[in-house]
């Protein structure tokens, strides 16, 4: 892991919180961890950093540590790395729409909404964090 992580929520028993960091690849890890400590992390798929901004925006996981806590302008970072890594071009412009959403300010229904758009597996995105935080360690909740 190269830099510091952000985290977007808590999805542990044990108050293990999940979230992201950059990675030395030029790429982004998936992270969980506790207090303020990174715990264990492992490459993060698209549709992880997707599912990561959607739960940002809907507010859908308990507060993670503040210190820790992911910005608005750390989520924008994180969906314009996935829109530069799309190859398809209908994805890319689904992606950028995403960022534009980000970006202005939009409300958070319709940025979700966008995002959402661009999500390639039929998982929900809040069930997708939990069963990734659990296979990265974390006393995922029930």
Same mark, same amino acid.
Do not use: K
């Given at each position: ?7 977007? %929520? ?11 960091? +950059? ?10 961890? &506790? ?40 989520? %924008? ?11 398809? %071009? ?34 929900? +995105?809040?069930? &997708? ?11 995922? &909740? %029930?």
């Amino acid at each position: 892991m190269g830099a510091a992580a952000c985290a977007v %929520g808590l999805v542990g028993n044990a108050g293990d919180w999940i979230g992201f960091a +950059p990675s030395r690849a030029d790429a982004y890890d998936l992270v969980v961890g &506790r207090g303020d400590v990174a715990a264990s992390w492992a490459p993060a798929e698209p549709d992880d950093l997707l599912a990561l901004a959607i739960a940002y925006f809907e507010e859908a996981l308990t507060e993670p540590p503040e210190d820790l806590a992911a910005t608005h302008g750390d989520i %924008g970072d994180l969906v314009r790395h996935v829109a530069a890594g799309a190859a398809d %071009g209908v994805h890319a412009a689904d992606l950028l729409e995403a960022v534009d959403a980000i970006d202005d300010g939009l409300a958070a229904d319709v940025v979700v909404s966008r995002l959402v758009r661009c999500l390639s597996a039929p998982e929900e +995105p809040v069930a &997708r964090l939990h069963r990734r935080a659990a296979e990265l360690g974390a006393s995922v &909740r %029930g």
